[in-house]
């Protein structure tokens, strides 16, 4: 059964599922309720119906042992009294008539003044006479009780009470008290009081218990003495059940069968003279209440069980509905691509998710795998100053650098000689070479807790180190210089090369980084005056070097300008008038030929910049060449003959190619976003490149200026606006951006020669003829 309710429910849908957990947990606690609130009342009416038994029990049993005490007390005041005790001694006789006329007198009184009504006899046991107040003087054989007025002469001594019937004839209740004579002590007489059954009766009559309720007061002997019902008074128990219950109560239940009918019965026992008093209500009375309060309680249970039905319902659409439009979607997206899709909407659900969950962790990998490449991007975007603090902090953040601190120097190692570097290893062998030299300045950082550090790769064989420290004083930068200076002497001791170590001053903040970085490749540049394999700081530069070195570098700055312009003639004239600057400053060839080796590397990077390889159009390896050469006159002609035109022809070849896409772009922009403030500086801006570059590309290509195209091709959208459209010349000219109707209207007249109302009119006359 178990697993079939398990196969049942895993086939049902999440829908179906969600909508059967909520009937249940709305439906189990109203229903728990229910039976609850059912039993309780049940419960509640059993013992409301038990308390009232109590009350009206106690109460009964309060007049009657009040009724029996008053009774009690009159026996006990007669049966005291020196003239029933003197009248008993003496007789009934004409002898004695003043003892007999005074206890005539005093039963007279007696009864006149009790709040009991009760007729009263004495019998005189000696003389076998009675006195009644209502037979006068008669002999005991006359007496209507004389069979009990003869066993209480020959066995009772005690005052005790008779209840009604227990004699035949007898509806009465007898209480039946000895007159102890105080000479002999013996009880030579009785006082009896006779009640009428009917006054106990008056009691048990007085409760209004209602139909299928019975009262029952009961002697010491299971005698009824009371009843409503007259034919019971006298009858002893005839119920086994009545009788348990009535000589042990603690030991029966309180539903009994009697005569048939079954009865919850609550019992008080007087404990004055032992009577017990029953209080029966039928069973059916109290089930019938209970069940009625039942039939309320469910109906309500079934009412609340059916507003959260629809309380379940309406909650399972709303709460499903988020899950079913996800679903729908997912589904769209999965018929997409041709997949099956579960009927289950949660089951739809949970596979997309367990898909974008694995293409995250796919994801995820790949990131870790590309990381050092973004890292690498964004050092290097940091050195060349294009991130704002707040994107290098939140960077700092997202990647984890360990660059820290409020100061910053930059470090550039290069590997001098870079040319026949490049030809000495191979590829392979340059990479590994270089990574070892990246994480031996790494390593020369980690020593220094001070400070700390990032290693970046802006050219090919330099090597960036940003140092951050928390302060600058003496000390730091000590510590900092005497780090770095430690570079050269490493890298000869492992390696087969020498490198030139730059050193930037110190800089506040991270904007500070790119500006240092600036001062290293300034400083880097002194090397083609000092040499290799050294270490360059601004403090320890002579002015004179500084002199000759920005000399050199304007020189070969003109020269790269000329070429990138196709300007041979420029170029040639300045590489002259650098050889005759070179031995002014130079004085040992080697030093010569690294400034224009590094002139050759300048050249190159500009190529690989463009996207250009400069294998293609340098056969023979230029360093080699250029340190074939036995005088400045040969590396003069060189230059000037095979490398400065292969450059200029593959620069003008690209510089041509890349003009025409940038108008192209240029046109393209102008003519999706002319309803916008468009200006050249704003176009050049959009391409990256100068304005007045942009403005002479665009004259060059498409013959006319840019301010003058952008006029034409507005004027002919406003030609369309106003034959296509009845849009108002108004609106006509704030879409294309002039500042006022009568602008627009001037500049269009001197464009097509007529007022624009007049071309709209002219133009719709023309088509309807």
């Known amino acids: ?246 000589s042990n109560p603690a030991e029966s239940t309180n539903e009994i069968d009697l005569d048939g009918v079954p009865y919850q019965v609550s019992m008080e026992r007087s404990a004055f003279n032992n009577w017990t008093y029953l209080a029966l209500t039928e069973s059916s009375l109290l089930t019938g209440k209970a069940e009625r309060i039942e039939t309320l309680t469910w109906l309500i249970v079934a009412a609340l069980a059916a507003i959260w039905v629809s309380i379940a319902l309406f909650g399972t659409n709303r709460l499903y509905n988020p899950i079913q439009r996800l679903t729908n979607k997912f589904s769209g997206e999965n018929r997409d691509r041709n997949s099956q899709v579960p009927r289950d909407g949660l089951k739809a659900l949970d596979s997309f998710i367990h898909h974008v969950v694995m293409t995250n962790d796919r994801l995820q990998h790949r990131l870790d795998e590309q990381l050092p490449y973004l890292k690498e991007t964004v050092y290097q975007q940091l050195l060349r100053g294009e991130m704002t603090v707040r994107e290098i902090r939140e960077k700092t953040e997202h990647y984890g650098f360990p660059l820290k601190g409020n100061w910053f120097r930059v470090c550039l190692v290069d590997v001098d000689e870079f040319g026949r570097f490049r030809e000495t290893y191979h590829e392979k062998d340059r990479s590994l070479l270089f990574y070892a030299l990246r994480k031996m300045c790494e390593e020369l950082c980690e020593q220094e807790p001070d400070f700390s550090c990032i290693t970046a790769a802006p050219l090919p064989g330099q090597v960036a180190i940003v140092i951050g420290m928390d302060r600058i004083d003496g000390d730091s930068e000590r510590k900092v210089e005497e780090m770095v200076a430690q570079i050269n002497g490493t890298v000869r001791e492992y390696f087969q090369f020498t490198v030139t170590v730059a050193l930037s001053r110190s800089g506040k903040g991270y904007l500070s980084i790119s500006e240092s970085y600036q001062q290293s490749l300034e400083l ?88 250009l390889d400069p294998k293609t159009f340098f056969p023979v390896d230029p360093y080699k060449e250029l340190y074939a050469k036995t005088s400045l006159n040969e590396v003069t002609d060189w230059l000037k003959g095979s490398v400065f035109p292969a450059v200029a022809r593959h620069m003008g070849s690209l510089r041509s190619s890349k003009q025409k896409t940038n108008i192209q772009l240029a046109l393209d922009y102008i003519h999706n976003r002319y309803d916008t403030d468009l200006s050249l500086q704003h176009v050049a801006e959009q391409l990256g490149i100068s304005p007045s570059q942009l403005s002479r590309s665009f004259k060059e290509e498409t013959d006319i200026h840019f301010g003058d195209y952008l006029i034409q091709y507005r004027m002919d959208k406003a030609k369309e606006f106003l034959v296509h459209t009845d849009m108002p010349i108004k609106e006509i000219s704030e879409k294309l951006c002039y500042t006022s109707v009568q602008n627009f209207t001037r500049i269009f007249k001197q464009m097509v020669q007529i007022p624009p109302g007049q071309y709209r009119k002219q133009f719709r006359d023309g088509e309807f003829d």
């Not at 650098?578 to 002139?599: C, D, H, I, K, W």
């Open 1 to 246: 059964m178990a697993n079939k309710l398990s196969r049942l429910l895993g086939n049902t849908t999440f829908k179906h599922k969600l909508f059967l957990y909520s009937l249940l947990l709305c439906i189990v606690p109203v229903l728990i309720l229910g039976t609850v609130s059912s039993t309780i009342a049940s419960r509640m009416v059993q013992e409301e119906v038990d308390h009232n038994h109590q009350i009206i029990l106690r109460q009964i049993q309060f007049q009657v042992d009040r009724f029996l005490q008053t009774l009690e007390k009159a026996s006990i005041d007669l049966a005291n009294n020196r003239i029933i005790e003197n009248s008993v001694k003496v007789g009934p006789s004409m002898q004695h008539l003043d003892a007999s006329l005074d206890m005539i007198d005093l039963l007279q009184r007696q009864r006149n003044f009790s709040e009991v009504s009760y007729d009263i006899s004495i019998i005189y046991s000696n003389f076998g006479k009675i006195y009644s107040n209502r037979d006068g003087l008669i002999e005991q054989e006359d007496f209507v009780y004389a069979d009990i007025a003869r066993q209480i002469n020959a066995k009772f001594t005690a005052p005790f009470v008779i209840s009604p019937s227990t004699y035949p004839n007898q509806d009465e209740l007898l209480v039946i008290r000895s007159v102890p004579l105080f000479t002999t002590g013996k009880a030579d007489g009785y006082v009896m009081l006779h009640v009428q059954s009917n006054k106990l009766s008056s009691f048990v009559q007085s409760v209004q218990l209602g139909d299928r309720r019975r009262l029952l007061v009961m002697d010491d002997r299971g005698t009824v003495v009371a009843s409503h019902n007259p034919a019971e008074i006298g009858t002893r128990i005839n119920s086994a059940e009545l009788y348990r219950y009535w």
């Open 524 to 611: 880097l540049s002194y090397r083609l005056l000092l040499g290799h394999n050294q270490f360059i700081t601004s403090e320890e530069l002579e002015p004179s070097v500084e002199q000759s070195r920005t000399t050199i570098i304007k020189r070969q700055k003109k020269i790269i300008s000329s070429i990138t312009r196709g300007d041979l003639e420029g170029a040639g004239a300045e590489l002259e008038e650098m050889m005759q600057e070179v031995p002014q400053y130079v004085q040992n060839s080697e030093t010569v030929l690294g400034l224009f080796a590094y002139l050759i590397g300048q050249l190159d990077v500009l190529l690989q910049d463009i996207g």
